[in-house]
């Protein structure tokens, strides 16, 4: 096998796949896909698609037939997860203090803590073809899903410039594509930069949420509930949940997280609880000693 790493959306993204002619071809599609959707989909750009529909509140935006695949993706989850998955969470992650980019947040450039903000206006939005109307107020974060939605097209080129099967790890959101032999891969334990268990992947896609690892103080974390405006305050510490697209694994880790230990009656799951607690719903090779 071989692996390239680069680095795009704020994350570390790889590629995986076998010694084969057509692997550069495929790792150069992968970075053009990434670099175009971190582009595309950046709320820390002033220049991307995002930061224009969002600026745009109360009338209407064109957009690419890309980013309304991605919202319509995002509106889907929030119906399904009865807005427990939420795209219009941006003003509620920028009072929680994630108002720049993560590296930087990081580094130590962090604003003050605001008030919290409403959620939960998602059934608001009007799309209609190559167009999007967001109500006046409200403002679109579409990271997590976008960089889902993103390793899938990144590994559907990959496959259509001649490699056999492809695994694309965009910060540990794994897809797999193509005719891939039964693969071994590593669930990180949320407290340490260790691994925690293995599963295996063919085919589909693994998505992990954790309030962990983008963290930035106590309970101060990326993932928001809609429901109080804040960052979560969950049973669990780290939800990585299997589906057949990353976009899906990317949604239903959130909504796992949010919705604790019972989750694993949903999902094929994961699930790391804050009393360490592991619980299983998909096929694992073993707890890591």
């Not at 209407?60 to 119906?79: G, I, K, P, R």
């Not at 803590?113 to 109500?135: D, Q, S, Y």
């Amino acid at each position: 096998m071989q692996t390239t790493a680069f680095r795009s959306m704020g994350t570390d993204v790889s590629v995986v796949g076998p010694e084969h002619r057509a692997f550069d071809d495929a790792v150069d599609a992968v970075q053009r896909r990434f670099a175009a959707e971190d582009q595309r989909f950046s709320r820390f750009r002033g220049d991307s698609e995002l930061t224009r529909v969002n600026r745009a509140g109360g009338g209407w935006s064109e957009v690419s037939e890309a980013f309304q695949e991605v919202l319509t993706a995002a509106l889907d989850a929030a119906e399904r997860t009865e807005g427990v998955f939420d795209p219009t969470v941006h003003d509620a992650l920028i009072a929680a203090g994630y108002d720049r980019d993560f590296d930087e947040l990081l580094a130590g450039a962090r604003g003050a803590l605001h008030p919290a903000t409403p959620c939960g206006r998602w059934t608001e939005i009007r799309t209609r073809p190559g167009a999007v109307c967001l109500p006046a107020g409200v403002h679109l974060d579409l990271g997590g899903i976008a960089k889902g939605w993103c390793a899938d097209r990144a590994a559907d080129e990959a496959i259509a410039a001649g490699l056999p099967w492809v695994l694309v790890n965009a910060g540990g959101d794994l897809r797999v594509q193509g005719a891939a032999p039964s693969l071994a891969v590593a669930i990180e334990d949320p407290e340490t930069s260790g691994e925690l268990l293995r599963t295996t992947m063919a085919s589909g896609a693994l998505a992990t949420s954790s309030v962990t690892k983008r963290a930035w103080g106590t309970d101060a974390h990326h993932v928001i509930d809609p429901a109080t405006g804040t960052p979560a305050r969950t049973e669990l510490l780290q939800a990585s949940v299997w589906a057949p697209t990353c976009a899906e694994a990317e949604a239903a880790a959130t909504h796992a997280l949010l919705l604790g230990p019972d989750a694993a009656r949903r999902y094929p799951a994961v699930l790391v609880t804050r009393s360490a607690e592991i619980v299983i719903s998909m096929p694992v090779e073993g707890v890591a000693a």
